[in-house]
């Protein structure tokens, strides 16, 4: 399956990804007519700042292997898609209790404020690429397969490897 | 209250059960003597002219040596203050308390190297440590809020490493835990500095300027190489040189320790080897970095530094200075000091089973339960002429008694208490004491009167005014300075003082000021398994009790929850017995015997069995070996063989 | 907004501390700490859901969902324990015939089991806010990952 990979070093902190989130989530699909909208539309991906280091990280839902909260779930509502892949949520079967919510690694289990039901990423289910990953102005997100993220990586480190080679600085 | 420095307004599971045990109908309220019909009540002046007489007579008849004073490190400065003053102007230096069973190597082997037996840092420094070694500590069931500074300190990423025999909740909390085998704890140490000498971690600067005797350790450690120390202590060799590194590479590391490295024959060696450690590493003297022997009791160290030890006069003079005695001489107006050190705790009973003591005096101690070798202790006990036992509940201890004085409890008197950290703070009564239950330091002071010592002073506040002068670390404690905040840390040598919650910052307590390293050797425990005893058995506490439990095990919340003595004993070998979760099982010793509850878990290594000591039974199994300069007891090994009921 | 009593289960030391100064403050404790294997330990309190099973099935009505609250009416209970075999924490008991539930130390500024916790472990929040806390120490760790090729506090021999 594919999922949303970050590269921290290029997140500059800009939170389009929250928009284009909230924006997807809507009713309308549209941002002006998403603001007035009831009940207001919610992200699901959280663009962290951490002020000691000056550095904005994205964290989302990261569709773990052996997830934590599907294990957890009393009632079922979370539970992994054996086709996709994906952790999904059904929120007619939440009951709010929120333990999902308290041992999820990341935070990313939010709140549906009117439904009272908890609120994740679904990979955007309508769309070919998720609206964060669509958004992000720097690439700090990428829709990938891990072994092809890993791929892009390792390309990248052996690019660099072949310049320290051009220069000299690697005997 | 959340704001106190230490706790942040948390508290463990008994101090959540205190008033169940305060309240509780058990608690003596009235002062009785042993007749032939069983307990008799009396008054308060006729127990105490009672106990007075008696004391005169053994003083009389067999010389002052014949007395002993085992005081309680659960009773407040003051109260252990005149409880040894009592015993010292009777002539006799036989007083000590129960921090001979518990830190009475931290006492000897932090004192011969820093110059000082405490902990160098407070409590909450730990939350700024890179790295923090936990050896022979289970603080997360014996003092839960430490593991709140712990867990912050990992939170901003330090290490933890933990040595254990066991599995525990503080294991949990390592990011590197080293299952050693019981009482090789010296061999750990040495093969950890092996490393760090040998890969050039030391601190040159540290070792050149503050300390003396690196080179003899150096000669000593090169037997200590991690195969070697490996087969001793059962760890990888690269678990010990994960550790080394991770200690020494840290900028700020603490070595947390508590009974598991005290409580041996080897007991100021363990202590000896985790100074050296710290000292080539140049882990003491800053903030987040020193020794910090936890204390079991909420006024140990007090107890200590009122003096209530066989050779310490009031902070620290050694019995037998001239200096220290002459000092005390002049405070207390009197001429006459005896200058030979006196019987320690574990050396009393012995003495008192052979008939040289006639007069035991014991507060708020149940050396029944918390000595080892119980059924040696009882005889002990039965030999004496008098036992007095001044307590708040009926122990063990006091069933041997013929006169027993009705204490009151912590939460019911003033005065002010040393907690392990050498905060001291000042304590008002909150309740009223049961029946005519009375302060310990009334008590004192009216068989003092009996006794016809003249004592200028009267309350709690006053006998504090002549320990500030009688300890130079207390000479800036005053009541209200105390009472303001949340007490003072010790030294705190002037009333202008702020106190000192880190030790060793420029120079060490010793007499040039430099810290000695001093190497060790590792030694086999006294008492080996072997094909008669197969089992090696530890001793240690459990979250829910408290020390010999006489107060705890009045809790029926707790009692509810731990209600018996258990065994822990490893699922391989309970199936090569054919022990089953819950069998009665039949434990013994060369010492004696006992029964408990098995209980199959994987805490506890194969040949090896756990036994909690808050229930009467655990102690008849335990060795009576001595440490040689602290004279502890090794309560953590004996040999032990085991047979289902 | 509803509140709960939350774990951070890696902190949890299994002290007990919680059950008994439950059980102080309310006569029986209504937090339970599980020791699993004894390797780990989880506390288990009623989770104030927000679409209560317990209420659901209640039929009686002494168990309410209302303003964001789960209210009990000890006096409409009937004791039919239907609300122990709905909740699927095992955190309902029926005690002296009628159920007795978590209400967070009503009256109190925090519930006595978080003031309590030694390790701190216990910390009452809001579901909404849950997550956040979570998600800066993650984001912090990734960060230092990347960030710091020198292993933290590694110190130049003098």
Not at chain 2, 83 to 110: E, Y
Not at chain 2, 141 to 160: C, D, I, M, T, Y
Request: glycine share 8%.
């Amino acid at each position: 399956m594919k999922e949303v990979m970050i590269r921290p070093e290029r997140c500059m902190g800009c939170r389009s990804c929250e928009i284009a989130c909230a924006v997807e989530h809507s009713e309308s699909k549209d941002l002006f007519s998403a603001i007035g909208e009831s009940p207001v539309p919610c992200k699901r991906i959280y663009v962290e700042y951490i002020p000691d280091l000056a550095v904005a990280i994205p964290i989302t839902c990261r569709h773990c292997e052996d997830a934590p909260c599907t294990t957890v779930c009393p009632t079922k509502a979370l539970s992994r898609d054996e086709v996709s892949r994906r952790v999904i949520h059904s929120p007619e079967l939440c009951i709010g209790c929120w333990t999902c919510s308290m041992v999820c690694n990341y935070g990313v289990i939010g709140r549906q404020k009117e439904a009272r039901v908890a609120m994740k990423c679904d990979l955007c289910p309508d769309r070919e690429i998720p609206a964060c990953v669509e958004a992000c102005p720097t690439r700090a997100l990428v829709y990938a397969e891990v072994k092809d993220f890993s791929g892009i990586k390792r390309s990248q480190a052996a690019l660099k490897l072949a310049k320290g080679m051009q220069t000299g600085s690697i005997p | 209250m959340p704001e106190h420095p230490v706790n942040e307004g948390s508290l463990c599971p008994k101090g959540n059960t205190t008033l169940e045990v305060l309240n509780h109908p058990d608690r003596l309220k009235f002062p009785l003597r042993k007749t032939e019909n069983g307990w008799e009540r009396i008054e308060w002046e006729a127990a105490l002219d009672l106990a007075a007489a008696k004391m005169k007579g053994s003083l009389e008849k067999s010389g002052p040596d014949s007395l002993a004073f085992l005081g309680s490190a659960k009773c407040s400065n003051e109260e252990n203050y005149i409880f040894q003053k009592i015993a010292r102007l009777l002539g006799t230096n036989n007083v000590d308390n129960c921090a001979r069973l518990c830190h009475a190597s931290t006492l000897t082997g932090l004192g011969k190297t820093l110059g000082t037996g405490a902990m160098t840092n407070p409590i909450s420094d730990l939350a700024s440590s890179e790295c923090i070694f936990v050896i022979g500590s289970n603080f997360a069931e014996n003092h839960p809020p430490v593991s709140r500074q712990v867990l912050r300190a990992k939170e901003k990423g330090a290490f933890v490493i933990v040595a254990d025999p066991r599995i525990t909740p503080t294991s949990w909390l390592a990011d590197l835990a080293l299952r050693l085998k019981p009482g090789t704890d010296i061999a750990l140490l040495n093969g950890m500095m092996h490393v760090i000498v040998s890969e050039g971690l030391w601190d040159r600067r540290f070792v050149r300027e503050r300390t003396r005797g690196f080179s003899e350790l150096e000669q000593n450690l090169q037997r200590y190489d991690p195969e070697t120390v490996s087969r001793i202590t059962g760890i990888p060799s690269a678990d010990i040189i994960k550790a080394a590194r991770a200690y020494a590479r840290a900028g700020t590391a603490a070595i947390v320790y508590s009974m598991g490295i005290t409580q041996h024959s080897s007991g100021t060696d363990n202590v000896t080897a985790c100074a050296d450690l710290a000292l080539i590493c140049g882990h003491i003297g800053e903030k987040g970095t020193g020794i910090l022997p936890l204390r079991g009791q909420n006024n140990v160290q007090g107890a200590c530094d009122m003096g209530a030890l066989a050779e310490f006069y009031p902070g620290y003079g050694k019995v037998g200075d001239p200096e220290a005695a002459g000092r005390l001489q002049t405070l207390w107006r009197t001429d006459e000091l005896s200058e030979h050190p006196g019987k320690t705790a574990t050396e009393m009973v012995e003495a008192a089973g052979k008939g040289k003591i006639k007069t035991l005096y014991v507060i708020g101690e149940d050396p029944v339960n918390s000595h080892p070798d119980s059924s040696q202790v009882k005889k002990a006990l039965e030999n004496l002429d008098f036992l007095i036992v001044q307590d708040i509940f009926m122990t063990d201890t006091a069933e041997y008694a013929d006169l027993i004085l009705p204490a009151a409890a912590f939460a019911e008197k003033e005065g002010s208490f040393t907690s392990t950290e050498r905060r001291v703070q000042w304590v008002e009564p909150a309740l009223l004491p049961p029946g005519e239950a009375r302060a310990d330091l009334e008590i004192l002071f009216g068989l003092a009167e009996k006794l016809g010592l003249d004592f200028p002073c009267r309350g709690a506040g006053e006998v504090l005014e002549e320990i500030s002068v009688a300890v130079p670390a207390y000479g800036g404690m005053e009541k209200e300075r105390m009472k303001k905040g949340f007490g003072l840390v010790w030294p705190c040598p002037g009333p202008a003082h702020p106190g000192t919650p880190i030790l060793h910052t420029e120079s060490f307590k010793t007499p040039d000021g430099f810290a000695r390293i001093i190497p060790v050797e590792h030694r086999s425990p006294a008492e080996t398994p072997g094909p008669e005893y197969p089992f090696l058995l530890t001793t240690g506490r459990t979250v829910l009790h408290y020390n010999a439990g006489s107060m705890s095990r009045r809790s029926k919340s707790l009692l509810k929850k731990e209600p018996e003595l258990y065994v822990e004993i490893n699922p391989a070998d309970a199936r090569t017995m054919e022990i089953r979760d819950g069998n009665k099982l039949f434990l013994e010793t060369r010492r004696g015997k006992t029964e408990a509850t098995a209980r199959l878990t994987e805490r506890v290594g194969q040949g090896v069995l756990f036994m909690p000591f808050h229930f009467p039974g655990t102690n008849a199994l335990t060795a009576g070996s001595l440490d040689r300069e602290a004279k502890i007891p090794e309560f953590k090994v004996s040999a032990c063989r085991i047979r289902r009921y | 907004m509803p509140e709960a009593v939350y774990a951070d289960l890696s902190r949890c030391i299994a002290c007990h501390a919680c059950e008994l100064a439950c059980e102080r403050e309310n006569e029986s404790a209504k937090i339970f700490v599980q020791v699993v294997r004894g390797l780990a330990a989880v506390p288990v309190s009623c989770r104030q859901c927000e679409t209560p099973l317990c209420a659901a099935v209640c039929p009686g009505e002494a168990l309410n969902y209302r303003d964001s609250r789960l209210e009990y009416d000890a006096e409409k209970c009937t004791g039919c324990r239907l609300c122990v075999l709905a909740c699927p924490f095992g955190t309902a008991e029926l005690r002296a015939g009628v159920v007795e539930r978590c209400d967070l130390c009503q009256g109190k500024e925090i519930p006595a089991c978080v003031a309590t916790c030694p390790s701190g472990a216990l910390f009452c929040a809001e579901a909404e806010n849950l997550g956040e806390d979570i998600r800066t120490r993650r984001a912090e760790r990734i960060k230092k990952a990347l960030g710091n090729p020198e292993p933290a506090g590694r110190r130049v021999n003098r």
